[in-house]
């Protein structure tokens, strides 16, 4: 059995979806398709251009000879209810950070076997060490579709981890991932803040996922306000009206932790917390929320809740007039004026 094939095999072993291995240098023209990206958003420019090295490994690891890439399905894990509208799925269930975790388990087991094999390897679970969607789709595991995102044939609600590795190596899988229908437009026209503006065109400056948890202590404009509607933390708009999602979740497992942690994540709650307790309870999981920018949890969950108002968030809102944070302050202000709400009562 070839080295390629013991690998493919343990992977499966090990209850890993897919795995392919690229060579090092078919990243490059991950280049090509991030110059066209910043040719088409030039306010971008500045946020494209950080990944950049992502088509070159070698680069920053002169060794690396192959990509080692596999796909984890989170879609089979039970969600609860009220979480749906505020978070992207992928972050309540995030195996990243998350060693009970079976995902994170079986990824462990198979690093370990690549260092079993002889190979060196570097992995990078937080922010990824290559373009991860590019290398998975050219490793054979199936397709990036017009909303950005990479789908098997069981939609896109996949983990990607990709392992550089000091020996040449390849393994290209095939796949049956139907292309897009040619006139779908459905994600486009489901992202709300129109950062998806055409098919692969997506402003990361504008998309929710940056918005909701970018560290910049500026308020954001009333429509920008209006257009993050209820999400907290990511957004999963463009994927869920998705018509190749379509029946793709299968609501079976239970993740670690998630039922616990689900009352913590209500906008109520978020308000209710000091900000020790936002770092004891949330920081860990969704790390995106900087530690220095805690203040973000605040502002999302008063923004939510102003969207989708209902009386029962009127102490909460008062109560965050009196925030450590200015900005929280002046955002709460904000909301209780938008509700209609004097802030004078408490
Ligand atoms: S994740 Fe949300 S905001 Fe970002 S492109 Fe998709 S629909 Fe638009
Ligand atoms: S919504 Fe339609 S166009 Fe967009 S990714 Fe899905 S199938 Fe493709």
Same mark, same amino acid.
């Given at each position: 059995m070839s080295r390629e094939e013991q690998i493919r095999q343990k992977a499966r072993e090990l209850g890993i979806g897919k795995c392919g291995i690229i060579k090092a240098e078919a990243m490059s023209d991950y280049g090509d398709r991030l110059r066209e990206r910043m040719d088409r958003i030039p306010q971008g420019e500045a946020l494209y251009r950080r990944f950049m090295g992502f088509a070159d490994p070698r680069a920053s690891f002169p060794w690396a000879k192959s990509i080692i890439i596999t796909a984890c399905s989170y879609g089979h894990y039970h969600i609860p209810a009220a979480l749906l509208p505020h978070y992207g799925k992928y972050y309540l269930v995030d195996m990243r950070l998350n060693p009970a975790s079976p995902e994170a388990q079986s990824l462990r087991a198979f690093e370990a076997y690549l260092h079993e094999l002889g190979l060196r390897t570097a992995t990078e679970e937080? %922010?990824?060490?290559? =373009?991860l969607r590019w290398a998975a789709f050219k490793a054979g595991l199936g397709r990036i579709r017009r909303n950005n995102f990479f789908y098997t044939e069981e939609g896109s609600w996949f983990a990607l981890n990709a392992w550089i590795i000091d020996q040449e190596l390849e393994l290209i899988e095939t796949h049956q991932v139907r292309e897009c229908p040619s006139q779908c437009t459905c994600c486009i026209r489901s992202c709300p803040t129109r950062s998806l503006s055409a098919p692969y065109t997506m402003n990361m400056a504008t998309c929710i996922s940056r918005l909701s948890t970018s560290h910049e202590a500026l308020p954001y404009t009333d429509e920008v306000n209006r257009m993050m509607g209820t999400w907290l933390y990511g957004c999963d708009a463009c994927q869920n009206a998705c018509p190749m999602n379509k029946g793709t979740w299968e609501d079976r497992d239970r993740f670690p932790d998630l039922e616990a942690l689900a009352f913590w994540l209500l906008p109520e709650q978020i308000l209710s917390m000091d900000y020790g307790d936002i770092l004891r309870r949330l920081s860990g999981k !969704? !790390? %995106?929320? @900087?530690e220095e920018s805690l203040w973000r949890w605040k502002l999302n969950a008063i923004n939510a809740m102003v969207n989708?108002? @209902?009386? =029962?968030y009127i102490p909460f809102l008062h109560q965050a007039r009196e925030d450590r944070f200015r900005i929280v302050q002046e955002k709460a202000q904000w909301a209780l004026h938008t509700i209609g709400v004097s802030s004078e009562a408490s």
């Open positions: 937080k %922010y990824g060490l290559t =373009a !969704f !790390f %995106y929320i @900087q989708a108002f @209902q009386e =029962a």
